[in-house]
């Protein structure tokens, strides 16, 4: 900390000690979001305490690991984002970071452990999803009669038939294929690419999501086939 930021670190703690307000405890970074990502289990869906949990390893984790949570500031959070940008990471990711910490320094608000949450005090980066092209009829079944027989055929045409998610498309298993109830089981998922360079693996991540998505039969008959 600078000499500035510590001088206004004592002016806001003797503010709150004349207000009769207990200074909040110093909490180490890693056990504080231990306890905030377990306090959601069971509170939040499966898949945003995953969101979240791997938000943190891969960005919030390291950045905090030497800084007490009652030491930020809304400028540190700002620098924190811009250092996000300069190393390429993209502007969804950014988005997610910043509501990440948001929602933890909240907990931590509630909880008492900093007087006030930083993050909710900048704007969160803009974020303008890409436009997605649609095949219209005739281009899906051009789509289909040209993989025909190729080795990508199950999961090219699973991608086109239903809404499952690239990660989940590549994490699936033939466990994971009902035939006869003609419904592919999705509980699993890759990381992305980012995600993959910053954690430097390449496995499959538990969703915790057991979603029984309905898919058209021929879906299931091609993905049985290839898996």
């Known amino acids: 900390l600078s000499s500035a930021d510590m001088s206004s670190t004592v002016d806001e703690l003797r503010a ?69 940008a300069k190393r390429g990471v993209g502007q969804r990711t950014i988005a997610k970071a910043h509501a990440t910490l948001r929602a933890a320094l909240a907990y931590a608000l509630k909880t008492e452990k900093v007087s006030r949450n930083v993050a909710a005090m900048i704007e969160p980066p803009a974020y303008e999803p890409k436009k997605k092209t649609v095949f219209t009829v005739a281009q899906a079944r051009a789509f289909l009669t040209a993989i025909e027989d190729h080795p990508a055929e199950a999961l090219l045409g699973l991608a086109l038939l239903t809404q499952i998610r690239e990660g989940e498309l590549l994490a699936l298993r033939r466990s994971d294929v009902a035939l006869e109830a003609r419904t592919i089981l999705v509980q699993r998922t890759m990381p992305g690419r980012r995600d993959r360079a910053a954690a430097g693996r390449d496995r499959a991540q538990d969703t915790g999501r057991r979603l029984a998505r309905p898919s058209p039969a021929v879906a299931v008959a091609m993905l049985a086939r290839r898996l």
């Open 16 to 84: 709150q000690a004349r207000s009769g307000i207990e200074p909040p405890k110093v909490a180490a970074a890693s056990t504080f979001f231990e306890g905030w990502l377990e306090s959601l289990r069971g509170r939040r869906e499966p898949s945003t305490v995953a969101t979240y949990e791997r938000t943190v390893r891969l960005y919030l984790a390291s950045w905090l690991r030497k800084r007490p949570l009652t030491s930020l500031r809304p400028d540190d959070v700002e620098a924190f984002l811009q250092e996000l």
